[in-house]
């Protein structure tokens, strides 16, 4: 059983780790955030210590993968990228009460909650997040750093940039894109496209605030 490495410690972190051992590939090694300046055991028992450990860590044992468990796309690419790493070091996980088609993709770093669904024809990118109880169906294409927010639906071919954040409960209707690093709000219904940068919300769906 390869060791896992987790990079953040906060709520999203928490579910993080529920996954990684509901799927039982990895044994968690190491929990860090820069939250813990001094190295210590946590009272979960799992060693805790700053970010910068990584780099120290991930050199002295190449079979160790590591996943960044930080809710925020912006932070969650910094500290990505700060690592270099080859993206084959990222680890994919995926709750056992997850439903993944056999014919979708999804790229490392990206994690899937209990509950949610993606159909076949579906492409993830790295380091999304598809939460509990989403519904990404067929022919999806959801960019790096997205996050499908818990019980939204994306409708059939719907097209999700990099970094977008499809909030609670939000649904979008087939074949629409969602630009990248937008935001559309809680329980808002999309029927057209939602350009880049801005926050869009209501049912309909109308744009609130630009870039």
Same mark, same amino acid.
């Given at each position: 059983?390869?060791?896992?490495? *987790?990079?953040g ?22 929990v *860090? ?24 860590? *991930? ?16 932070v ?47 492409? &993830? ?16 294409? &959801? ?24 909030? &609670?409960?939000a649904?979008?209707?087939?074949? *629409? ?26 049912v ?6 630009q870039?």
């Amino acid at each position: 059983m390869r060791r896992l490495l *987790l990079i953040g410690d906060g709520g999203h972190a928490k579910v993080v780790r529920d996954i990684a051992r509901a799927g039982g590939q990895y044994e968690l090694a190491a929990v *860090l955030d820069d939250r813990y300046a001094v190295p210590a055991d946590g009272a979960d028992g799992l060693p805790r210590g700053p970010v910068a450990l990584a780099a120290r860590m *991930l050199a002295e044992d190449e079979d160790l993968r590591v996943f960044v468990a930080i809710g925020s796309g912006t932070v969650r690419r910094r500290v990505a990228g700060s690592l270099g790493i080859e993206p084959g070091r990222f680890a994919l996980l995926i709750h056992p009460r997850a439903v993944v088609s056999g014919d979708a993709s999804l790229a490392p770093g990206t994690a899937v909650m209990p509950g949610a669904v993606v159909n076949a024809g579906a492409r &993830i990118g790295a380091h999304a997040i598809v939460n509990t109880g989403a519904v990404v169906e067929h022919d999806c294409v &959801i960019g790096d750093y997205a996050h499908v927010s818990p019980n939204a639906a994306l409708a059939g071919g719907v097209d999700v940039g990099a970094g977008a954040h499809i909030g &609670i409960g939000a649904s979008v209707i087939q074949g *629409l894109a969602v630009g990248e690093w937008s935001t559309l709000g809680a329980g808002a219904v999309a029927v057209r496209d939602i350009p880049a940068g801005c926050t869009a919300a209501g049912v309909p769906a109308r744009v609130i605030r630009q870039a």
